[in-house]
T-cell receptor
Framework: DGGITQSPKYLFRKEGQNVTLSCEQN?????MYWYRQDPGQGLRLIYY???????QKGDIAEGYSVSREKKESFPLTVTSAQKNPTAFYLC?????????????FGDGTRLSIL | KNEVEQSPQNLTAQEGEFITINCSYS?????LHWLQQHPGGGIVSLFM???GKKKHGRLIATINIQEKHSSLHITASHPRDSAVYIC????????????FGKGTHLIIQP
């Protein structure tokens, strides 16, 4: 079955450490997105990519980095510059970068600080 | 930037009740999405609509473009409907994702 796979489901980070969250899709979608979810808040866009080797900052990109070397993969690195990384991270994809079609979501990664 | 407001924030109802969740937004949109988030965190897209009404099983979504308002209805609610329901809008023209409401936490008691 086609879908989006995020790993790991739970991740712990020490102070000053970079961690990378994986997102893989086999839907052949061009557009991919990373969102952050905090309790009591709506999802907020971190980065998005419309096509391989191209990506754009979203509303809260500071302290994060991404790459899009393959169509299927859009990993998110939470750097030590992100001072409050504890959150739930969701990856999504869409067949149409213009969002004329629904987004598909992964099951998320919950990141916590040790 | 579009502001998306959902109401109520929390809703507890008895099995079989008719449920309505509301969503208002501030700026014209190209499409509105209703999403369902289960306790584990994964999100499923329920509807995408830009006008009128859509129905899928016991779920009905309506949108009024002039009033910038959408509703999600659940008929004959069931405990398995318990989830967070999220409204999200796309203002069109760009690929920069959706703007999300904070969600409505629905609990259906047996």
């Amino acid at each position: 079955d086609g879908g989006i796979t995020q790993s790991p489901k739970y991740l712990f980070r020490k102070e000053g450490q970079n961690v990378t969250l994986s997102c893989e899709q086999n839907l052949n979608h061009d557009a991919m997105y990373w969102y952050r979810q905090d309790p009591g808040q709506g999802l907020r866009l971190i980065y998005y990519s419309q096509i391989v080797n191209d990506f754009q900052k979203g509303d809260i990109a500071e302290g994060y980095s991404v790459s899009r070397e393959k169509k299927e993969s859009f990993p998110l690195t939470v750097t030590s510059a992100q001072k409050n990384p504890t959150a739930f991270y969701l990856c999504a994809s869409s067949i149409d970068p213009g969002l004329s079609q629904p987004q598909h979501f992964g099951d998320g990664t919950r990141l916590s600080i040790l | 930037k579009n502001e998306v407001e959902q109401s109520p924030q929390n809703l507890t109802a008895q099995e079989g009740e008719f449920i309505t969740i509301n969503c208002s937004y501030s700026v014209g949109i190209s499409a509105l999405h209703w999403l369902q988030q289960h306790p584990g965190g994964g999100i499923v897209s329920l509807f995408m609509l830009s006008s009128g009404k859509k129905k899928h099983g016991r779920l009905i979504a309506t949108i009024n473009i002039q009033e910038k308002h959408s509703s999600l209805h659940i008929t004959a609610s069931h405990p398995r409907d318990s989830a967070v329901y999220i409204c999200a809008v796309h203002s069109g023209g760009g690929a920069d994702g959706l703007t999300f409401g904070k969600g409505t936490h629905l609990i259906i008691q047996p």
